[in-house]
T-cell receptor
């Protein structure tokens, strides 16, 4: 299995621009998670899906952030408009079920100038 | 509020110098505790899951233990390739649909 695949690996954009991050989970995994990692706050859960349905989006910072999962093999995290404080590494992870290990992608490093 | 605290933030060891990393947690109930390893520029990689107090898991030079309040990751005779950030996470019970809550990690550096 190729594991969780994220794209792009790096994204540099200017404040106010729209940013879209992409994720392909491991086939057969029913749960998909979006986390954000910063030095100050560590890994924070943004949102997670079960069978393509958003279950908990309480970690989404504000309305500028949105996430979709149109099918079992693809998810997007969109930031519009982006701000410098959104700069972080964004990870996607998938798992078979809650309580089982998460499998992480290698992340997207976002820099907003 | 559910919380995970890891200590120390950073740890420098000489090759062969054994030590332990600590993960303290506060949750209403624990479904599981997870240890991950993260290398620079990579996503966290799963190491262990512990489900009940007294449980232990081992993998090469690493051993994870669990009590009702904390978990330890013991590193025996570490090598430079063990250098990484080690993350602890808890899966609370009692709240349907709660995802993993991570600590901020301990960055381990092992020099030869």
């Amino acid at each position: 299995d190729a594991g969780v695949i994220q794209s792009p690996r790096h994204e540099v954009t200017e404040m106010g621009q729209e940013v879209t991050l992409r994720c392909k989970p491991i086939s057969g995994h029913d749960y998909l998670f979006w986390y954000r990692q910063t030095m100050m706050r560590g890994l924070e859960l943004l949102i997670y899906f079960n069978n393509n349905v958003p279950i908990d989006d309480s970690g989404m910072p504000e309305d500028r952030f949105s996430a979709k999962m149109p099918n079992a093999s693809f998810s997007t995290l969109k930031i519009q408009p982006s701000e410098p404080r959104d700069s972080a590494v964004y990870f996607c992870a998938s798992s078979l079920a809650l309580g089982l290990p998460l499998h992480f992608g290698n992340g997207t490093r976002l820099t907003v100038t | 509020e559910d919380q995970v605290t890891q200590s120390p933030e950073a740890l420098r060891l000489q090759e062969g110098e054994s030590s332990s990393l600590n993960c303290s947690y506060t949750v209403s109930g624990l479904r599981g505790l997870f240890w991950y390893r993260q290398d620079p520029g990579k996503g966290p990689e799963f190491l262990f899951t512990l489900y009940s107090a007294g449980e232990e898991k081992e993998k090469e030079r690493l051993k994870a233990t669990l009590t009702k309040k904390e978990s330890f990751l013991h590193i025996t005779a570490p090598k430079p390739e063990d250098s990484a950030t080690y993350l602890c996470a808890v899966q609370p019970v009692g709240q349907a649909g709660t995802a993993l809550i991570f600590g901020k990690g301990t960055t381990l550096s092992v020099s030869s």
